[in-house]
Every structure is written in structure tokens, then in C-alpha cells.
């Protein structure tokens, strides 16, 4: 039983320095072959102590084991030439190499589920699961294949289907996946992409949830931030038809960020995952701050649908921040379930 308003993060933790250089995207690993499998299983024990004693209530694995929330899955799948790479643009945003299609994209084993079997058996806490979203795996890949995005995204989406339902078997309660690509490209995601992702749900018994936010807090987001405008209405461009969908859990942005709170009225009736935290600063919130947004997200989201998070993920972010972060986030929830208790 999750208790009323269960804590969670978007998904990545800071890694420890032995393992990977902190504060960095795409951070190189500092240890190979055995040592690096075992590294990467001891940092994940670490991240879900530091979980477990900040007392968030649904756990992750911290992405311990994955370089980035993308590529690292991309990595594991065949039809995909990461030697042959093409600067493209990320979500409109900003350039990036990244590698090709050159065939027919598979699966050939599972890539996180031994991770997710792992987790498991360290820990009794409802566990989430991140993947990354079919549309926004297609905007990290050139497409040299299938010429379509649509078709691409499609065939990502089966992929993905087959990983979550394996995720699902191996004890994984929420299955996320990440899509910050739906906050871009509106026309395809009304017209295929929600397709998609319902096509990567298809057949599970646990608990979905997308996560749509503006990036983690690295300089290109910060400054495409910065071109938003006063209000950030993204979301009201896709909510409506996603509240319609079969995901049972919306993550969104929220905290410092300049989304108008009335915009979650939209998914009324979902689970919303309310960014509670900002991850693109290094001060770390009150509690009273983080009950601030919960309060102000209950008038559109019912108590028992209420899962105060982080807007994304805190893999840049040094540790100490990050867990001071995850701290600030279960007292804050505290505040709000003592006063719903006594209302
Ligand atoms: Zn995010």
C-alpha cells in the first residue's frame, strides 16, 4: 500500500565520482569490464539508500546504469550504427551527433531488466521504471531506414512494449517513459505519437506514466527556457488528448517553472506526478516551499491521484544538492498529508 501523496523522482540520481564524473551529461565511465557491472549494481545500492533514508516512498534505480535516459537503451538495439553519426536537431534545440538507422530496428535481449531484478531484491518499496518515450528516442537518431517518423516511432514502441513487459514480470510496479519530445512537436503527437505510446503500454497490468518536462537543468534547456515567454501553455496542446488515453500517470513540471497550475484541470481524473522540485538550480527547496506547490496543484488534482516528484530528472546536479533535494521533497508531502488528515 502506497501511503497518501507517495513521493517519487522523474527518474536519474547523481552518480558516485568512482563510477562517473559528476555533474556531466553523457559522463564516461571510470571503470571497464567486471569492475564497471559491479560498480554500476553498488552505485544503484547507493542511490536507493539515499532514497530510502530521504524517505521517498516510490524508488528507482537511479539510472546507476545507464550513461544517459536515451542512447544507453538505443545502445542495446540492433539496426542502429553508432559509428555512422549525423548532427541533427534535438527537440528543435540544439545540435547533437548522434547515430543512424541503417536497417531494421530490434531488440535482440532484454537491456534493464537483470537492473530491474536486481533492484528488486534490494528493497520492499513500490519500484518505477524509466524508458525512454518512442517520439523522443526518434529525435535522438538520424534515419537513414524507414524515412518516416511515424513508422520509426512505431517500431520503437513494439520494442519498448516487449522491454516493459518484461519489466512488469521481473516486479517493476510503475513503468515511466520519458517523453520531453511530446512538449515539442504537438501536430505528431496528436497524430500519432499518444498511438505510440499507448502501442508501448499494450497488454501491462502495472501501473504507466509519461514524463513531459522542459529538460534537465543544462545551459541549452535553460536558455530555450528563457525564449518560453511569461506562460509556458506546452501542455495545453497535448493534455486534452492524453487525458483520454490509457496512461494511468501524467509526470509534468511544475515548481519555479512558469506552467499555469490551472493547465492540470486538463488531465483531470489521471495520476499526476507534480514536479515539486526544481532541477535546474542548485538551492535546495524548503519543505514549506515544496507544500506551497502541492497545495496549489490539489485544487486541480484529487488527493489520492496527488504524487509530488522532481520536474526531471537530477543526474547533473552534485550529490549533496540532490539528496538535500529528495529530503526537501518527503517533509514537504509530510506538511500537506498532516493537513489533509486533519481537514
Ligand atoms: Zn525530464
Avoid at 541533427?88 to 531494421?104: E, F, H, N, W
Avoid at 505510440?196 to 534547456?221: F, P, Q, S, W
Wanted: with cysteine; aromatic share 8%; glycine share 6%.
Amino acid at each position: 500500500m502506497k501511503p497518501l501523496l507517495p513521493t517519487s523522482t522523474a527518474g536519474s540520481l547523481p552518480k558516485p565520482s568512482w563510477l562517473a564524473q559528476p555533474e556531466t551529461l553523457w559522463s564516461p565511465w571510470k571503470l571497464e569490464g567486471d569492475e564497471l557491472t559491479d560498480g554500476k549494481h553498488d552505485a544503484l545500492r547507493v542511490s536507493l539508500h539515499e532514497q530510502h533514508q530521504a524517505g521517498v516512498d516510490i524508488v528507482s534505480d537511479g539510472e546507476q546504469t545507464r550513461q544517459h535516459f536515451v542512447t544507453t537503451f538505443i545502445e542495446h538495439l540492433s539496426g542502429v550504427d553508432f559509428e555512422n553519426r549525423k548532427t541533427v536537431k534535438i527537440r528543435d534545440r540544439y545540435d547533437a551527433s548522434v547515430p543512424t538507422v541503417v536497417g531494421p530496428v530490434s531488440r535482440q535481449k532484454p537491456v534493464f531488466v537483470a537492473d530491474a531484478k536486481f533492484l528488486r531484491t534490494q528493497t520492499d518499496k513500490p519500484i518505477k521504471w524509466a524508458l525512454p518515450g518512442p517520439m523522443t528516442m526518434i529525435d535522438t537518431l538520424y534515419d537513414d531506414h524507414y524515412k518516416s517518423r511515424e513508422k520509426l516511432a512505431w517500431e520503437f514502441a513494439k520494442i519498448l512494449n516487449q522491454e516493459a513487459k518484461e519489466l512488469e514480470a521481473a516486479g517493476v510496479d510503475i513503468i515511466q517513459f520519458d517523453e520531453p519530445a511530446f512538449n515539442v512537436f504537438f501536430d505528431d503527437v496528436n497524430d500519432w505519437g499518444i498511438k505510440c505510446l499507448e502501442r508501448a503500454i499494450e497488454g501491462l497490468k502495472c501501473e504507466t506514466a509519461v514524463h513531459i518536462c522542459y529538460g534537465y537543468g543544462i545551459k541549452a534547456n535553460t536558455d530555450w527556457k528563457k525564449t518560453l515567454g511569461t506562460e509556458w501553455r506546452q501542455y495545453e496542446e497535448v493534455f486534452p488528448k492524453l487525458q483520454k488515453s490509457n496512461i494511468d500517470i501524467i509526470s509534468l513540471e511544475c515548481h519555479n517553472s512558469r506552467v499555469p497550475i490551472e493547465l492540470l484541470e486538463l488531465v483531470r481524473g489521471k495520476k499526476v506526478m507534480v514536479g515539486a522540485i526544481d532541477v535546474a538550480t542548485d538551492a535546495i527547496e524548503t519543505p514549506e516551499e515544496v507544500a506551497n506547490t502541492l497545495r496549489k496543484a490539489l485544487e486541480f488534482v484529487d488527493a489520492d491521484k496527488l504524487y509530488p516528484c522532481t520536474n526531471c530528472g537530477m543526474a547533473p546536479l552534485a550529490r549533496d544538492v540532490a539528496s538535500g533535494k529528495l529530503k526537501a521533497l518527503s517533509e514537504g508531502a509530510e506538511i500537506v498529508r498532516n493537513e489533509l488528515a486533519n481537514r
